[in-house]
């Protein structure tokens, strides 16, 4: 009913506070589909990153723009998916 604000959104990062470095866990172009459209973007293959924090009380997952802005879904539901191996 109200689409996400995200007319200003070159680029989407997922990010996980279980990373080091910038905590991006996965980017891709804003742009995949048109406006008001589902975004279903998928990691294929699956890259795997070395977890490098233990969580305290969960893990925080943000999803930002390029500038590292929260992006306004504004609602919307999101679902995430993170598959977790050890090695």
């Known amino acids: 009913e109200n689409p996400?604000?995200?007319?200003?959104?070159e680029t989407i990062n997922i990010s996980?506070?279980?990373l080091d470095k910038d905590n991006i866990l996965?980017?891709?172009?804003a742009n995949v589909v048109p406006a008001r459209a589902k975004i279903d973007e998928r990691m294929n293959p699956?890259?795997?990153?070395p977890i490098t924090k233990?969580?305290?009380n969960g893990v925080n997952i943000r999803i930002l723009d390029q500038d590292g802005n929260?992006?306004?879904f504004n609602g919307a539901?999101?679902?995430i998916f993170l598959?977790?191996?050890?090695?």
């Open 16 to 18: 996980c506070d279980l």
């Open 70 to 72: 929260l992006i306004d």
């Open 26 to 29: 996965y980017s891709f172009p």
């Open 77 to 79: 539901e999101i679902t």
């Open 46 to 49: 699956p890259i795997y990153l």
């Open 54 to 56: 233990k969580p305290s």
């Open 83 to 87: 598959h977790l191996k050890e090695i």
């Open 4 to 9: 996400p604000k995200i007319r200003t959104v």
